[in-house]
């Protein structure tokens, strides 16, 4: 693995734009892939089971062979009805293509056998959400991620890759880490990104990607002579904040940071970085 790169021209030719130009984030589907050595078995029954222990109510189709789940408990208020928030299982009938995740090997700091223990699997299925992209974006994932984890405890794949945020997962890390006693509520959906700036001194792009899928920004910050990881932990900290909160951070606002002078300011942007999507910008001291 390695930072990626990207041309510093691509930088700045976005730095000027007017803040009432810039378009806010809308919220799209929640898309996750299970992936797997061997084909799984898709057991309807079973699947119930993980979510009932989950959900203190869900509901499902008559039809065995439809893998649509509904959750009373999060209702979506239509002009003439009410329903529930959905869960889907897809069946993938053909072969696992590796190379669409390329770009997550390069960013897999987190875990070093990545591209090893996705390299081995050969089949997939993935889970999409229905009826809730209205709801408020903590409502959105907590049900979501409900529906993820009976999932994966009732059919045991090697690894879960999160389209939103670009990020792979050990199946049994994505688990431990809502197990416990205060679960990482942005495991998997957000992701913490670095990369070197072409043609500069040492410069570093680090950003978070994933929070616009629930309508938030994402973060990103231009430095150098700081610690990577101290970084992404600022952006980690940002994230978890606004996620926790609904809170707006606005341009020429303030944030802490780090170092002998940590009050660090903000710039509402595009994201330097694909994809193109609203993002606030650390600018540090």
């Known amino acids: 693995m390695g930072l990626f790169e990207f041309l510093k021209s691509k930088k700045t030719e976005k730095e000027d734009t007017p803040n009432n130009e810039l378009v806010a984030n809308e919220p799209q589907i929640q898309f996750v892939s299970l992936l797997f050595e061997t084909k799984p078995i898709l057991d309807k029954g079973r699947i119930l089971e993980e979510l009932k222990l989950l959900f203190e109510n869900v509901d499902t189709t008559n039809e065995d062979d439809s893998l649509v789940f509904f959750f009373p408990d999060y209702t979506l208020q239509l002009t003439d009805a009410t329903v529930p928030a959905q869960g889907v299982i897809i069946e993938v009938n053909k072969d696992l293509e590796i190379s669409r995740f390329h770009s997550a090997f390069m960013q897999s700091w987190h875990w070093s056998e990545a591209e090893e223990v996705v390299g081995k699997c050969k089949f997939e299925i993935n889970l999409t959400d229905l009826m809730s992209r209205t709801l408020p974006h903590q409502a959105r994932l907590e049900y979501f991620q409900k529906f993820i984890r009976a999932v994966v ?75 990577p990881g101290e970084i992404a932990e600022v952006l980690m900290q940002i994230a978890y904040y606004i996620f926790d909160t609904g809170d707006t951070i606005r341009s020429n606002t303030t944030v802490q940071g780090v170092g002998k002078n940590p009050v660090w300011k903000t710039q509402y942007t595009q994201t330097t970085v694909e994809p193109a999507r609203l993002g606030v910008r650390i600018l540090p001291n």
Not at 154 to 181: E, H, Q, R, V, W
Not at 204 to 224: A, N, R, V
């Open 153 to 227: 405890k009732a059919t045991t794949p090697a690894a879960i890759y999160f389209k939103g945020s670009d990020k792979l997962l050990a199946a049994n890390d994505y688990l431990s880490a809502l197990s416990d006693t205060h679960p990482a509520i942005l495991e998997g959906v957000l992701n913490i990104r670095m990369f070197n700036i072409s043609g500069s001194k040492n410069e570093i792009l680090m950003d978070s990607i994933g929070l616009h899928i629930y309508g938030l920004p994402d973060f990103e910050c231009i430095f150098s002579g700081y610690d």
